[in-house]
């Protein structure tokens, strides 16, 4: 009689390592196109904001003009639910994202590659718009990055799903200001469980954050 029953835990298996032949960009980039640029001046005007003497500003003439500027494009506006179809068409997940999206002005955004050993990883500088305590980034936003980082790590592995758990450690407080590598791969499948870790280090290599990730895939696994 075979020991495995089937009340048994299907046993863990490491993800397939691809063979690629060169890096690849699993993110969309910043184009030369409308959208992209009024972004990123979206972006200069959250970061200067925060950076703005207030006492010589005149801040009164700005909150007028960026008035004016919603008001126009909320007058070409769809309803949400259209909108929404919209955003998930094609490259739109990947354009509109709250982490590597170009068309989303709180993104940083962050470029993701993924690389022939089955991992992924991006270089990013964070400013004052994602700081936490005084000069370092918030550890809400540290934990939005790896989330996000994990879940391209186990699409490029060939699986993906919904977060179910992340264990976050801070290990130290992760600077603003300076160019910080996050990292991930998927490490095992168990069925609909995937299993993932990555990281955040500063360019001298010091870890600040590491992650490991429970996600569970939305489709039934085909067997192998």
């Not at 940083?108 to 500088?125: F, I, N």
Request: glycine share 8%; net charge negative.
């Amino acid at each position: 009689m075979d020991s495995m029953t089937s009340a048994d835990p299907e046993p863990e298996s490491a993800p397939t390592v691809r063979n690629s032949p060169a890096d690849i960009v699993l993110t969309s980039e910043q184009q030369d196109v409308p959208v992209d640029r009024a972004t990123a001046a979206a972006r200069r005007v959250i970061d200067a904001l925060l950076r703005t003497d207030r006492a010589n500003a005149n801040l009164d003439r700005v909150a007028e003009e960026l008035d004016n500027i919603a008001d126009h494009l909320e007058q070409h506006a769809p309803v949400v639910a259209e909108r929404l179809i919209d955003m998930w068409r094609g490259e739109g997940v990947t354009r509109h994202d709250p982490v590597t999206g170009p068309e989303n002005a709180i993104a940083p955004p962050l470029a993701l590659t993924g690389r022939a050993d089955g991992s992924v990883d991006g270089v990013v500088t964070l400013t004052l718009p994602y700081q936490g305590p005084p000069g370092h980034v918030h550890g809400g936003v540290a934990a939005l990055l790896l989330d996000h980082t994990l879940g391209v790590a186990n699409a490029w592995s060939g699986r993906s799903g919904a977060t179910a758990q992340l264990n976050v450690r801070y290990h130290r407080p992760t600077p603003l200001f300076e160019p910080l590598t996050v990292s991930g791969r998927m490490v095992s499948e168990n069925g609909r469980k995937i299993n993932s870790a990555g990281a955040v280090h500063t360019a001298d290599g010091t870890l600040c954050v590491s992650v490991e990730g429970l996600f569970i895939d939305k489709r039934v696994p085909r067997p192998r």
